[in-house]
């Protein structure tokens, strides 16, 4: 069968592209591999009428206008504004550290303003390498030693079953830290969750009629059998090579869920536990679209080491295999295109996602 275009999976990535190539008057064909729509961040409605986000909580959320107009061609937003708690000591307490964080931790009355200076002399106190050599120089050299202790120190040892001393500082550099008491988790301009969801939304975007969309296919059960003169590729990246330099690595999460007779179980969506518990947080989901009912859904978050692809592994072994993958990547000559988390390899938040997908996909329409 004949394409312009092949699109490889129906997560954010692959919808957004799939639609502009539409968009530009191209035949698109979309496999997807699972049964369902919009990849990482597919939720559904349970039983008791509450969105739940199957691989772990998503909010949208953007600085980039041209990203927000994107989406909201497709959907309403509602206007959630996310908020974190940590359990630290028997007390729930406002996280990324901000102003309120500190005074209670250290029973003083800040204001707004002196932040700066007592972080700075947390930070004195304490030693550790500038620049900043690992995980824990980075955030040590932010918040000082205490803060790092009971805030970053066992979550993150939970979350990558490694020393924060034996971790890349790139992965600490997106903690922010506030010195005023805003507490929400972000401060982008745009932020929210879609108002009938994200798999509502991924419809919405491929529903185009230059569009064919084929779930429960896998790409490498077909790919002989089509034709395309360019093949959009957002699988794993090993894997479509074969995995001729080895594996990448990913660390996988595990959820537990529960539904409870009781109006609400947390005072916010998401409370992470550092340094109690097996778990590393909980996610109450009916505050995301603020359902109405008398029962609560919530899931108990496990890292674990295998398992589905969750969160690339920034080790040096990681990023070496990964420029061996993405030179053979720069030979395919203009026919393929790799973009997203796992033809990338790479972190990327939603917004992100369509952001890069917007250049790259104009830059090939540009060609
Ligand atoms: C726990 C967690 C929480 C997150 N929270 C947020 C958040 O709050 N806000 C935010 O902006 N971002 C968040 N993210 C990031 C977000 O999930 C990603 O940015 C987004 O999912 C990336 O989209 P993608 O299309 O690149 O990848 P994916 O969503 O993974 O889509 C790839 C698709 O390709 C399909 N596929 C793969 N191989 C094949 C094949 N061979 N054939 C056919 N189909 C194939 C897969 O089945 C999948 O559907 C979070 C990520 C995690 C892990």
Request: with cysteine.
């Given at each position: 069968m004949k394409y312009d275009c092949l699109v490889v999976g129906a997560g954010f990535a692959g919808c957004a592209a799939a639609r502009l190539l539409a968009e530009s008057g191209r035949k698109v064909l979309v496999v997807e591999r699972l049964k369902h729509l919009a990849g990482h961040s597919h939720d559904y409605r349970n039983e008791y009428g509450i969105f739940i986000h199957s691989y772990?909580?998503?909010?949208?959320?953007?600085?980039?206008?041209e990203v927000w107009q994107f989406v909201n061609r497709f959907t309403r937003f509602h206007n959630y504004q996310h908020r974190v708690l940590s359990y630290i000591q028997g007390r729930l307490l406002p996280f990324p550290i901000n102003l309120?964080?500190?005074?209670?931790?250290?029973?003083?009355?800040?204001?707004?303003?002196e932040a700066r200076e007592f972080l700075r002399m947390e930070a004195a106190k304490a030693v550790y390498n500038q620049p900043p050599e690992n995980f824990r120089d980075v955030v040590v050299s932010q918040v000082g030693e205490y803060l790092y202790e009971?805030?970053?120190?066992?979550?993150?040892?939970?979350?990558?079953?490694k020393d924060p001393e034996e971790i890349l500082p790139e992965v600490a550099l997106r903690i922010p830290v506030r010195e005023n008491r805003d507490d929400r988790y972000f401060t982008d301009k745009h932020q929210g969750i879609p108002a009938s969801g994200y798999t509502d939304l991924a419809q919405k975007i491929l529903n185009h009629r230059?569009?064919?969309?084929?779930?429960?296919?896998?790409?490498?059960?077909i790919r002989n059998n089509l034709e395309s003169r360019l093949t959009v590729y957002t699988g794993e990246l090993d894997r479509f090579f074969d995995y001729k330099y080895g594996r990448l690595q990913y660390r996988s999460l595990d959820f537990k869920y529960e539904t409870l007779d009781q109006?609400?179980?947390?005072?916010?969506?998401?409370?992470?536990?550092?340094?109690?518990?097996?778990?590393?947080?909980?996610?109450?989901?009916?505050?995301?679209?603020?359902?109405?009912?008398?029962?609560?859904?919530?899931?108990?978050?496990f890292p674990k080491a295998t398992g589905e692809p969750y969160y690339v592994v920034m080790s040096g072994d990681n990023v070496d295999k990964r420029k061996l993958y993405q030179a053979d990547v720069d030979k395919l000559n203009g026919k393929y295109l790799f973009l997203g988390r796992l033809a990338e390899?790479?972190?990327?938040?939603?917004?992100?996602?369509?952001?890069m997908v917007i250049n790259r996909i104009g830059e090939y329409l540009k060609r």
């Amino acid at each position: 069968m004949k394409y312009d275009c092949l699109v490889v999976g129906a997560g954010f990535a692959g919808c957004a592209a799939a639609r502009l190539l539409a968009e530009s008057g191209r035949k698109v064909l979309v496999v997807e591999r699972l049964k369902h729509l919009a990849g990482h961040s597919h939720d559904y409605r349970n039983e008791y009428g509450i969105f739940i986000h199957s691989y772990g909580p998503h909010i949208f959320h953007t600085n980039n206008q041209e990203v927000w107009q994107f989406v909201n061609r497709f959907t309403r937003f509602h206007n959630y504004q996310h908020r974190v708690l940590s359990y630290i000591q028997g007390r729930l307490l406002p996280f990324p550290i901000n102003l309120d964080t500190l005074n209670e931790v250290f029973d003083c009355k800040l204001k707004g303003g002196e932040a700066r200076e007592f972080l700075r002399m947390e930070a004195a106190k304490a030693v550790y390498n500038q620049p900043p050599e690992n995980f824990r120089d980075v955030v040590v050299s932010q918040v000082g030693e205490y803060l790092y202790e009971l805030f970053f120190k066992n979550y993150t040892i939970k979350q990558w079953q490694k020393d924060p001393e034996e971790i890349l500082p790139e992965v600490a550099l997106r903690i922010p830290v506030r010195e005023n008491r805003d507490d929400r988790y972000f401060t982008d301009k745009h932020q929210g969750i879609p108002a009938s969801g994200y798999t509502d939304l991924a419809q919405k975007i491929l529903n185009h009629r230059n569009i064919e969309l084929s779930l429960e296919t896998d790409y490498f059960d077909i790919r002989n059998n089509l034709e395309s003169r360019l093949t959009v590729y957002t699988g794993e990246l090993d894997r479509f090579f074969d995995y001729k330099y080895g594996r990448l690595q990913y660390r996988s999460l595990d959820f537990k869920y529960e539904t409870l007779d009781q109006e609400f179980f947390q005072p916010a969506a998401v409370v992470n536990y550092p340094n109690d518990h097996s778990w590393t947080r909980i996610t109450e989901y009916k505050y995301f679209l603020g359902e109405k009912t008398w029962k609560t859904t919530i899931s108990y978050e496990f890292p674990k080491a295998t398992g589905e692809p969750y969160y690339v592994v920034m080790s040096g072994d990681n990023v070496d295999k990964r420029k061996l993958y993405q030179a053979d990547v720069d030979k395919l000559n203009g026919k393929y295109l790799f973009l997203g988390r796992l033809a990338e390899y790479k972190y990327y938040n939603m917004d992100q996602v369509v952001e890069m997908v917007i250049n790259r996909i104009g830059e090939y329409l540009k060609r």
